[in-house]
C-alpha cells in the first residue's frame, strides 16, 4: 500500500465547476498537512496548509480526518488557470511524503 | 519574492558522466532537501539537510550519489558516475524549521537532466 494515495484522475471539468479531491495516508505520525499544486514542467507550490478544523482559502476548501487519515480539497467556481496536478501532503517532522498527485483539467 | 535558485536548470550528458547540481536556498532558511521527480515514482525525498548538517539520505543511492552543504547559501547534490536510469527532474526545496515546525517547503525550478 502507498503512503499516501490519491485519486488518480485526470478529472475534466467545465468552467465554473466544483471538483473534490481526496486523498488518504497512511502514517498515523503525520503531524501537518499541505496541499501544493504542480503546474505542467513547473515546480510544485504551496496550495494551503490543511488544519485539523478544516479551512479555507477563497475559492479552496481543505479538510482533514485525523482518525480516518483523509484529507480532502474542495474548488469551487473551478477557473481555467486551476489546471494543474494537485499533490497531497502529510508530514511528520521534516518527512513530508507527496501523493502522486490528481490532474485537473479546467475546459472552457 | 525570495526563491529557490537551481543551477542549472538543464543538463544533458553521457552516461558515466559526473553531474553537479547546485542550489541556493532562501536566505534564513536552516533545512534544505533534494528530491527526484519521474513520471513512474514521482517525488521523491533523497536527502535533507538541517543546519547544514546531512539528517537522512536514506532515499539517495549512496554508491554513486552524494549531497553536501558547504556553506549556508548552497547546497550540491552529485551524481558520479551518470547512468540512464537517473534521467529525471532534480528539486531543491528549503524551508525554516525549528524541529516540529509545520512550515511548508519551497521548492526551486528544478534541473532537468538527461542522461544519454
Known amino acids: 500500500r502507498k503512503e499516501v494515495e490519491q485519486d488518480p484522475g485526470p478529472f475534466n471539468v467545465p468552467e465554473g465547476a466544483t471538483v473534490a479531491f481526496n486523498c488518504t495516508y497512511s502514517?498515523?505520525?503525520?503531524?501537518?498537512f499541505f496541499w501544493y499544486r504542480q503546474d505542467c514542467r513547473k515546480e510544485p507550490k504551496l496550495l494551503m496548509s490543511?488544519?485539523?478544523s478544516g479551512n479555507e482559502d477563497g475559492r479552496f476548501t481543505a479538510q482533514l480526518n485525523r482518525a480516518s487519515q483523509y484529507i480532502s480539497l474542495l474548488i469551487r467556481d473551478s477557473k481555467l488557470s486551476d489546471s494543474a496536478t494537485y499533490l497531497c501532503?502529510?508530514?511528520?517532522?521534516?518527512?513530508?511524503?507527496f501523493g502522486a498527485g490528481t490532474r485537473l483539467t479546467v475546459k472552457p | 519574492d525570495a526563491r529557490v535558485t537551481q543551477t542549472p536548470r538543464h543538463k544533458v550528458t553521457e552516461m558515466g558522466q559526473e553531474v553537479t547540481m547546485r542550489c541556493q536556498p532562501i536566505?534564513?532558511?536552516?533545512?534544505v532537501f533534494w528530491y527526484r521527480q519521474t513520471m513512474m515514482q514521482g517525488l521523491e525525498l533523497l536527502a535533507y539537510?538541517?543546519?547544514?548538517?546531512?539528517?537522512?539520505d536514506s532515499g539517495m543511492p549512496k554508491d554513486r550519489f552524494s549531497a553536501e552543504m558547504p556553506d549556508a547559501t548552497l547546497a550540491t547534490l552529485k551524481i558520479q558516475p551518470s547512468e540512464p536510469r537517473d534521467s529525471a527532474v532534480y528539486f531543491c526545496?528549503?524551508?525554516?524549521?525549528?524541529?516540529?515546525?509545520?512550515?511548508?517547503?519551497?521548492f526551486g525550478d528544478g534541473t532537468r537532466l538527461s542522461i544519454l
Open positions: 501532503v502529510p508530514r511528520e517532522n521534516n518527512d513530508m511524503r
Open positions: 539537510f538541517r543546519n547544514r548538517a546531512p539528517l537522512d
Open positions: 536566505l534564513g532558511h536552516n533545512t
Open positions: 526545496a528549503s524551508a525554516y524549521d525549528r524541529g516540529r515546525s509545520n512550515q511548508p517547503q519551497h
Open positions: 502514517n498515523s505520525a503525520s503531524q501537518s
Open positions: 490543511v488544519y485539523s
